[in-house]
């Protein structure tokens, strides 16, 4: 199995449980350095996928919470090298397939080939990078690719029909649903018709879909569940993290299950 | 610095400016250029794109744009000879006078232009970012001139740094944001400005105020100010029957030196000289001089050079100038450096604050201390070329800057009376 598509068996086994999947978000290195691996093998138990995010500098496709935790991580050390180091010392394995949530800038700078061998080597399966359209991302996945590693596409309500059906055929591991016009934290819950949009896209997609952006109780991932594959969980997470709390309480607790 | 270029390739991709063939239809200006932006946001510029092309191509976009640039802007601008300037720098000098364009800076005219295009497009209500204020100053007067609601986002250090205008702003009816995020520069101005568009990126223009971020905005600024360097070029030769030997721009994000540089590209006799903040020193985040310093990277939906450490994180910048305060850089500037057509230098705070206090003293003429860069680099560069035709870009006035002069006070120069 190609590490892109351990992605999506592992969404699939979920759904075939009769649950939607979760993929859980956390910034590398945030609150503490020292907090990764331990944080990150919590996580990956209670979670069905989890994209760890790269820091980076100038986060526009973020909310406060990621852009805070974002400025630690760098201020604490946290870099794509540092993180590829921590994944390859780890002595646990993860039971969720891993992905790395970064801006392109950090990429670039590592450089395609590496950075596909890289993951390869560490058990990254995907990339997801907000600030990289279809018509930009030819020379990274291309890259990726050779590995097996793959590229998650994003839509968003504002996509036109035609660019969802080129976005999700594009996608590998999943696509990421984006569930508002905005940025990542929201608190203003889900936008009305958020489930005929969902319905939009995975009527196209021939890979599962998770909906991510302002998802924070389980009641909400309840309902996406009836429309997607799955639910991205970042924000909510990381403030769990930030509060010192459980962070497989929380996910659990999210699943409708009790802590 | 790390792309090198073949000379045959430079020439040719110095044909293609010429021709006009730069950006491409995937707004890339060689290499560089290109939209890195969220998924949200390629509907809003693809409609964006649309809509550039349409309306600077429509006579009566145009006769409209132009009407407001010559009887609410005040253009053209005047050419100012600097006879006393001229005489202590042993050369000709000449000035290019966007200071006198309404509002007192060269921003004026992208601001009018992108905000009839942003009334054409139906917008709801334009947002946009500003470093030193100027183009905050100057989005908020067109938007009050066109009956358009203006949010305008300003970082906290330069909203303290820039106080005069930010009460202008308030004046023009635009609600000024001060940005706590991240460098609380124009950096994180531009990135607050484009969450907020992200948010809504159908009702809402987004007015960017230099020749940097995705495509169209590179392409569609240029334009904009282009008109700058057909007046000057128009000017000198009917002033001097001559171009000049070299000419001179203050370089942050690059919008009044690509406004003066670009009708000059094909006249290969002239020299074109870029001058970006030397800040106070040469070692990280002491200065804002990303041309000489930079490297390639992604920023704000553009690839093009930046200053950034070795993990790719952007790095923090200082200048004596809010405007100049900016770790990236247009790609047409990018491209110009790359293929060598336009050179470009660095100067320091205090070679700027001398600068200005030279033009107010000999010339009657306060400028911005953005433009003082651009003296403080034209007054070196007549010491080795003596004997010569300057042009220099006057891109604004200094006004503004007083509360930062003050802290930088003149020798005691009144006469004990």
């Not at chain 2, 923090?316 to 305060?325: E, Q, V």
Request: hydrophobic share 45%; with cysteine; glycine share 12%.
């Amino acid at each position: 199995m190609q590490p892109h598509e351990r992605i999506t068996a592992a969404i699939r086994k979920r759904v075939e449980g009769g649950d939607p999947a979760l993929v859980a978000f956390l910034t590398a290195g945030y609150p503490t350095a020292e907090g990764f691996l331990p944080a990150l093998e919590v996580i990956a138990q209670a979670a069905d996928v989890v994209e760890i995010g790269v820091p980076f500098s100038d986060p526009m496709a973020d909310g406060m919470t990621i852009q805070r935790a974002s400025q630690v991580a760098i201020d604490n050390g946290v870099s794509l090298r540092w993180i590829f180091a921590r994944l390859a010392e780890r002595d646990f394995a993860a039971s969720a397939p891993l992905l790395l949530m970064s801006y392109l800038n950090p990429l670039l700078n590592f450089g395609y080939e590496a950075l596909a061998r890289r993951s390869a080597e560490v058990g990254v399966c995907g990339y997801i990078v907000p600030d990289l359209p279809l018509e930009e991302c030819a020379p990274l996945r291309e890259a990726l690719e050779r590995e097996g590693v793959g590229l998650v596409q994003m839509v968003t309500p504002a996509t036109p029909a035609p660019r969802i059906r080129l976005l999700c055929e594009a996608s590998r591991g999943f696509v990421y649903a984006v569930t508002m016009t905005g940025i990542t934290g929201g608190a203003r819950g889900l936008p009305a018709g958020v489930a005929e949009y969902l319905d939009r896209v995975r009527e196209v997609s021939p890979i599962p879909v998770c909906a991510g952006f302002g998802i924070r109780e389980a009641a909400q991932v309840s309902m996406i569940g009836a429309h997607a594959e799955g639910a991205v969980v970042g924000s909510a997470l990381i403030e769990v993290l930030e509060r010192d709390g459980d962070p497989g309480a929380f996910l659990r607790g999210l699943r409708g299950r009790d802590a | 610095m790390t792309i090198e270029f073949t000379e045959a390739e430079k020439a040719r991709l110095l044909e293609d400016v010429i021709a006009g063939r730069v950006p491409d239809e995937r707004g890339r200006f060689g290499p560089f250029g290109g939209r890195y932006v969220p998924e949200t946001l390629v509907p809003a510029l693809e409609r964006l794109t649309e809509g550039v092309h349409r309306y600077l191509k429509d006579p009566d976009f145009l006769a409209r744009f132009h009407h407001e640039l010559a009887t609410w802007v005040g253009r053209p601008t005047a050419l100012t000879h600097a006879p006393n300037l001229g005489r202590a720098w042993g050369a000709q000098v000449w000035f290019k006078r966007e200071d006198l364009a309404h509002t007192g800076a060269h921003k004026i005219n992208n601001a009018i232009g992108q905000a009839l295009l942003a009334k054409m497009l139906g917008a709801k209500r334009v947002i946009a970012e500003t470093g030193a204020g100027q183009h905050g100053v100057a989005s908020a007067a067109a938007c009050a001139r066109l009956g358009l609601p203006c949010t305008v986002y300003m970082g906290a250090v330069d909203v303290e740094r820039q106080a005069p205008n930010v009460d202008r702003m308030r004046r023009l009816g635009a609600t000024v944001h001060a940005v706590q995020s991240g460098d609380r520069t124009l950096r994180s101005a531009i990135d607050e400005a484009l969450r907020e568009w992200v948010s809504d990126p159908e009702g809402t223009y987004y007015l960017l105020g230099s020749v940097v971020g995705p495509h169209p905005y590179p392409y569609l600024v240029r334009e904009m100010h282009a008109v700058i360097g057909r007046e000057a070029r128009e000017q000198m030769l009917k002033a001097e029957g001559a171009l000049p030997d070299a000419v001179f721009a203050c370089v942050g994000g690059g919008s009044n030196a690509i406004g003066l540089f670009h009708p000059m590209v094909a006249d290969r006799d002239v020299q074109l000289i870029g001058v970006e903040a030397g800040g106070s020193g040469m070692g990280l985040g002491e200065h804002s001089a990303t041309l000489s310093r930079g490297r390639p990277g992604v920023l704000q939906g553009s690839y093009t050079l930046l200053l950034q450490d070795d993990d790719g994180q952007v790095q923090g910048t200082h200048s004596i100038s809010a405007g100049l305060d900016y770790p990236g850089v247009g790609p047409e500037h990018a491209l110009l450096q790359q293929i060598g057509r336009v050179r470009y230098v660095s100067a320091s705070d205090t070679e700027a604050l001398d600068a200005l206090n030279e033009c107010c003293a000999l010339e009657g003429i306060l400028p911005a201390l953005e433009t003082a860069h651009a003296f403080a680099g034209a007054r070196a560069w007549a010491r080795d070329n003596p004997g010569r035709r300057l042009l220099i870009g006057l891109s604004g006035r200094g006004d503004k800057d007083m509360p930062t002069l003050a802290k930088h006070p003149l020798e005691a120069r009144d006469a004990a009376a």
